[in-house]
């Protein structure tokens, strides 16, 4: 009886006939695990262990592992749901990496089992026969679509692109058997599949997620793309908060009106402000109603008037103070207009002038003591005077009578 050898049998049928219809050589399958709490609702789930498991579709062994804690910022703390749920400790996440340094880790494996094996990803583009086509699974579109995504985008991170499509092996199932899966679990025992492992670690759950899509390739089931983002996104978005944990936010994009900027007056010479004034293009008051007209060739006609008759310097301003306006008789004579002679009422209020800035001039009242008290005068409507400290201005002044 010794030396006897015993040749076994193995029908690989059906194991070939699973692997030669599909697009893809390899998986990579991921599932993150992240913040949460039991009671508080509205919180942003952020990413603490980042797992990731590179399976061999031809002969249904996982080749790779890749796993890397990450160190929250928004909540630091993780609750003690959290912990009882995963098995993560709170000196797990503090000893981790932040996840623009886990991203970082992450890409640089990927490169090194692309070069080791020859991995390119998706089925979009041109391969050779040497080289093997590979993607990523997870457990529902939340990891990708919905985690990671929208904490990239909170944090200001650059995701790499080859994670903007993947397949949800959970709509894969419930297409492929016509019944809707009782969680990862409950798939695998569905199948005759135990589940190995601690449930909710995010290593253990990729692992048992491996082991399912390969018993669905033996199955005949053929693995597709079925979600895929936009890439290189440069849109400023918002996200609004949802309860639910596992479903989409929306992205609400926020766009601000662009403002103009002031025009201003570059007025040097009596000359050139008296041309400025008498050369406004008239088409730009075609559309304009006839009391807004009258109005405008009122104030031109005034502020023409005042610059003939006043001339603008810098000149040192008395200390005043701002005062609600009063009426006070006017001593603005005739004015002969385009559209005739105007004789204002002695109750009506003079206009205030322009200034050098080109805005409106300020009408105030002189509080020290003296001859002058009480007079009223124009000044540029920028210039402040407090105390001894005065802010920039144009230096308009002009006495109201």
Known sequence: ?????????????SMLKGSANQSFQYLIVIDFESTCWKDKLGNQPEIIEFPAVLINLSTGMIEEEFQQYVMPSENPVLSEFCTNLTGIKQDDVDAGVPLGTCLLIFSRWIKQISEKRKLIFHESRTVNDKQNICTFVTWSDWDL????HNECVRKHLHKPDILSQWIDIRATYKEFYKRRPQGLRGALSELGLPFEGREHSGLCDARNTAFLAWRMVQDGAILKITKQLKQNTKTSVTPVISTSSKSERKLKTVQKP?????????ISTTEQRNRSITSKDSNSMQDTPERFKKSYNLRKTVLKKEIQHNSIKNINLPKCISTPVIKQESHVGNLTTPNGTITPSSSCKRTPPLCKCGCRSTRK???MPGPNHGRSFFTCSKRKSLGMIKSTGCGFFCWDS
Request: aromatic share 6%; charged share 15%; net charge neutral.
């Open 1 to 13: 009886e010794l030396n006897h050898i015993e040749v076994v049998h193995i029908n690989t049928s």
């Open 365 to 367: 009242f002189v509080s």
């Open 145 to 148: 679509s919905v985690c990671l």
């Open 258 to 266: 662009s403002r103009q900027p002031f025009k201003t007056l570059n």
